[in-house]
């Protein structure tokens, strides 16, 4: 199918690595231009170079988010670059429970998550009007509807994401200019892996040295009976931020397996 992307351009916030990664260069299979952003120049240069071999354009934007600043000026380099497809993928995650957590877990899982896609999409949202169409895309997580225990902060962080996906989508009625987000479940990347590892090296085993199948069934047990991929995201991303999707506006997209059940 084809999905009418070819010539757009796109800024995927945090695509130096996982997920983030795999949306670039999906999106640049379909023929789409990207902006990839990260905060090791190595790691971006490696993912822009994988995007450019499909015979895109790729560029590289660098900086961290959270400091002051630095999402509005990543924001203007994708005004300048021409996207009008923003993928707000960025945002931390770490473990805190009810019991451990503190006020500063919270700020920095909020600082982390929700304040730089609002300042990323505020910033390029004047040039998105202003061109008539536009797709901004967030990436939220199976959390929002199933608050992980061990994960209280991010939970509550990505929740607040989907709540302003809709405000986003109404706030934007009219101008040709589309809002949603898309939650994924349990994703194999590089991430997960390191969480499992951490797990292990503090005295818990799970996840440790076990198959997938193994995982699947003690940690995220879902109907698809499988782990998720980077690719099954970044399907859905592209689908999304393509002109097929004009009539899919202010959703949670959950790509997670069947594992949150149903609503």
């Not at 670039?24 to 190595?42: I, K, M, Y």
């Amino acid at each position: 199918m084809d999905l009418q992307l070819a010539g757009q351009a796109a800024l995927v916030t945090g695509s130096s690595s996982g997920i983030g990664a795999t949306i670039a260069e999906t999106l640049a299979d379909e023929g789409c231009n990207v902006l990839v952003h990260g905060r090791s120049a190595g790691a971006a240069a490696a993912v822009a170079e994988r995007v450019a071999a499909r015979g895109v354009r790729a560029e590289v934007v660098l900086g961290d988010l959270t400091e002051p600043g630095v999402a509005e000026q990543v924001a203007l380099t994708a005004r300048d670059f021409g996207a009008h497809i923003l993928v707000n993928n960025a945002g931390p995650f770490a473990e805190h429970d009810w019991d451990s957590s503190q006020p500063s877990d919270w700020r920095a899982a909020f600082e982390g998550n929700v304040l730089p896609t609002v300042r990323v999409s505020q910033t390029l949202l004047p040039s998105l009007r202003a061109h008539g169409w536009g797709r901004v895309i967030t990436i939220g997580s199976r959390a929002v509807r199933t608050p992980l225990p061990n994960m209280v902060t991010y939970s509550a962080a990505k929740a607040a994401v989907v709540n302003m996906t809709t405000s986003l989508a109404r706030h934007l009625a009219g101008t040709g200019v589309t809002a949603n987000c898309v939650s994924p479940g349990v994703i194999v990347t590089p991430s997960m892996y390191r969480m499992f590892e951490e797990r292990a090296a503090a005295g818990g085993d799970e996840g440790a040295g076990r198959d997938e199948a193994d995982i699947v069934a003690e940690y995220a047990p879902n109907p698809s009976g499988r782990l998720g991929r980077p690719q099954d995201i970044a399907a859905a991303v592209a689908y999304l931020a393509s002109p097929l999707a004009d009539y899919v506006n202010g959703i949670e997209l959950r790509v997670d397996g069947g594992i949150t059940g149903t609503p």
